[in-house]
């Protein structure tokens, strides 16, 4: 059950933050890293604290030690006061470069990511409603953003970070429309297909929330752009659909330095199986989806946690995305389903199998079927190819394994 697998995700997390608060002198408060020689180093930063503010106000309930929740507690209490010293100081007439009240002035990832630590927060609305004010200036004429406050040109991954925080708000994001339309039109001289899923999933989620309908954007329209582009990944991938060999960075300039901004193309994917799927979650349940979710699962559970999905050392931006994407998922009801079920329904989601092939792959099927154990060994090759033929070696036999397992227990119970 998907629900299973989210709760032990969940559960990991919360250890992974109860080992680090252990092991922190409070006197350095949070850095970026999440493993031991990260949580002994004296290294800290606006990702890490902005981080770890956001997870313990959601999993401190959780950490079972009393002790080293009241630690975790202060160390957030902290964080959250540095991070406003930092806001603060941005607004002197001179800034250092190299300081962290410059990041908060310039850098939009960094500025995102401390207004979601600071928002809602009764003792802070005073920083916050500095933040949002920066971006907010920050997109000045444009129909998005850039990197960085002072940025002439507009990137689409810029814009969904943004858009993705200021979605969390109440307040209705304005003149999202024309964000939205510009992030379409962008996208089709994007190559690169997870910056297209995640432009795709950034736009889906605005719908869904604002229920928005305009000229070219609409739910529907959406998910069938989104459904398109998981195909062409599951298609074209060789060896490992939807989770590639290693992470995305996203280089941008600030004037001053070179940066990056990380996207994991493993949660781009689930977040966009997720929002494919019905209340029953289907697609996290069949393939592709749950190898994905399964592979997640067993990187957490390693302990002391240290490394990510792509063998980097996990970092508390890492952290943050994964507690983002599984969120919604968290209280969600799902309705039940059999795997034989979920397998099959994926199956024909993502083939983009044409009239002509359905025909000629259920004939094959019933002559496979008709035909007992005999035919078994003598079809199953031809079948096979067939269908790597239209998905891809991958795909192809993970779909093969399950009819073949529903065939070979069809045949069994025939002879017995």
């Given at each position: 059950?998907?629900?299973?697998?989210?709760?032990?995700?969940?559960?990991?997390?919360?250890?992974?933050?109860?080992?680090?608060?252990?092991?922190?002198?409070e006197?350095y408060?949070v850095?970026?890293?999440?493993?031991?020689?990260?949580?002994?180093?004296?290294?800290?930063g606006?990702?890490?604290?902005?981080a770890?503010s956001?997870?313990?106000?959601?999993?401190?309930?959780?950490?079972?030690?009393?002790?080293?929740?009241?630690?975790?507690?202060?160390?957030?209490t902290?964080?959250v006061k540095?991070?406003?010293?930092?806001?603060?100081?941005?607004?002197?007439?001179?800034?250092?470069?190299?300081?962290?009240?410059?990041?908060?002035?310039?850098?939009?990832?960094?500025?995102?990511?401390?207004?979601?630590?600071?928002?809602?927060l009764?003792?802070?609305?005073?920083?916050?409603?500095?933040?949002?004010?920066?971006?907010?200036?920050?997109?000045?004429?444009?129909?998005?953003?850039?990197?960085?406050?002072?940025?002439?040109?507009i990137?689409?991954?810029?814009?969904?970070?943004?858009?993705?925080?200021?979605?969390?708000?109440?307040?209705?994001?304005?003149?999202?429309?024309?964000?939205?339309?510009?992030?379409?039109?962008?996208?089709?001289?994007?190559?690169?297909?997870?910056?297209?899923?995640?432009?795709?999933?950034t736009?889906?989620?605005?719908?869904q929330?604002?229920?928005?309908?305009?000229?070219n954007?609409?739910?529907?329209?959406?998910?069938?752009?989104?459904?398109?582009?998981?195909?062409?990944?599951?298609?074209?991938?060789?060896?490992?659909?939807?989770?590639?060999?290693?992470?995305?960075?996203?280089?941008?300039?600030?004037?001053?330095?070179?940066?990056?901004?990380?996207l994991?193309?493993?949660?781009?994917?689930?977040?966009?199986?997720?929002?494919?799927?019905?209340?029953?979650?289907?697609?996290?349940?069949?393939?592709?989806?749950?190898?994905?979710?399964?592979k997640?699962?067993?990187?957490?559970?390693?302990?002391?946690?240290?490394?990510?999905?792509?063998?980097s050392?996990m970092?508390?931006?890492?952290?943050?995305?994964?507690?983002?994407?599984?969120?919604?998922?968290?209280?969600?009801?799902?309705?039940?389903i059999?795997?034989?079920?979920?397998?099959?329904?994926?199956?024909?989601?993502?083939?983009?199998?044409?009239?002509?092939?359905a025909?000629?792959?259920?004939?094959?099927?019933?002559?496979?079927?008709?035909?007992?154990?005999?035919?078994?060994h003598?079809?199953?090759?031809?079948?096979?190819?067939?269908?790597?033929?239209?998905?891809?070696?991958?795909?192809?036999?993970e779909?093969?394994?399950?009819?073949?397992?529903?065939?070979?227990?069809?045949?069994?119970?025939?002879?017995?």
């Amino acid at each position: 059950m998907v629900h299973e697998s989210v709760a032990k995700v969940k559960n990991e997390l919360v250890r992974a933050l109860t080992d680090y608060a252990t092991t922190r002198n409070e006197d350095y408060l949070v850095g970026q890293f999440m493993d031991r020689a990260g949580a002994e180093h004296s290294q800290r930063g606006v990702y890490g604290m902005s981080a770890w503010s956001i997870l313990i106000g959601e999993f401190a309930e959780f950490i079972s030690n009393e002790d080293i929740k009241e630690k975790a507690l202060r160390l957030r209490t902290n964080c959250v006061k540095t991070l406003q010293q930092w806001v603060q100081d941005g607004d002197k007439d001179s800034v250092n470069r190299d300081s962290e009240a410059y990041e908060l002035k310039y850098v939009i990832p960094k500025i995102c990511v401390a207004y979601q630590a600071l928002r809602g927060l009764n003792s802070v609305p005073q920083e916050a409603s500095v933040l949002k004010d920066r971006l907010l200036k920050a997109r000045g004429i444009h129909s998005g953003w850039g990197f960085t406050t002072d940025a002439q040109e507009i990137h689409p991954i810029s814009t969904c970070i943004v858009v993705r925080t200021l979605l969390e708000d109440q307040a209705r994001i304005c003149n999202i429309k024309d964000i939205l339309e510009d992030l379409e039109a962008r996208a089709k001289d994007i190559p690169d297909a997870y910056f297209l899923l995640y432009i795709t999933t950034t736009i889906l989620l605005c719908c869904q929330k604002y229920d928005l309908v305009s000229n070219n954007i609409t739910l529907a329209s959406q998910r069938a752009i989104l459904r398109e582009r998981l195909q062409f990944l599951l298609h074209s991938s060789a060896e490992a659909p939807l989770h590639p060999t290693c992470p995305i960075n996203v280089d941008f300039y600030d004037s001053y330095r070179t940066r990056y901004y990380r996207l994991q193309p493993d949660l781009i994917s689930l977040e966009s199986l997720y929002l494919m799927s019905g209340p029953d979650l289907v697609y996290l349940k069949a393939y592709p989806g749950k190898p994905l979710l399964d592979k997640l699962l067993a990187v957490l559970e390693a302990h002391p946690l240290a490394e990510d999905t792509y063998k980097s050392r996990m970092s508390f931006s890492t952290c943050l995305e994964i507690h983002h994407c599984l969120a919604r998922l968290y209280n969600a009801q799902e309705l039940k389903i059999s795997s034989f079920r979920a397998n099959l329904y994926c199956f024909w989601s993502f083939a983009g199998i044409s009239a002509n092939m359905a025909i000629m792959l259920i004939a094959s099927l019933l002559l496979l079927v008709c035909g007992g154990s005999y035919f078994v060994h003598g079809i199953s090759h031809t079948i096979l190819n067939f269908l790597s033929t239209m998905l891809g070696t991958v795909v192809a036999t993970e779909c093969f394994d399950v009819l073949r397992r529903a065939l070979t227990f069809k045949n069994k119970a025939r002879f017995s």
